[in-house]
């Protein structure tokens, strides 16, 4: 009485891109951001600060110190 539906179509395989390295592991965009954060880390790390934090904090202070100073005797 009615006809069967149609079975769906194959879909075409999907070919690696120019990039594909069988040797590589894949690599998702969540693993590559994750390794970038890593090698930020480890640069920072190494390298360390260029300015001593003692240095940065004693003229915070200096800066937050002239400013309350200004208020008062303004």
Do not use: C
């Amino acid at each position: 009485m009615y006809d069967e539906p149609d079975p769906p179509k194959q879909r075409p395989r999907s070919f690696p891109t120019a990039d594909f390295n069988p040797d590589r592991p894949a690599r998702s965009r969540h693993g590559r951001r994750l390794q970038r954060i890593r090698e930020e880390i480890e640069r920072n790390r190494t390298e360390g600060p260029s300015i001593p934090t003692w240095v940065l904090a004693t003229v915070l202070a200096v800066i937050v110190g002239g400013f309350i100073a200004i208020l008062v005797w303004a």
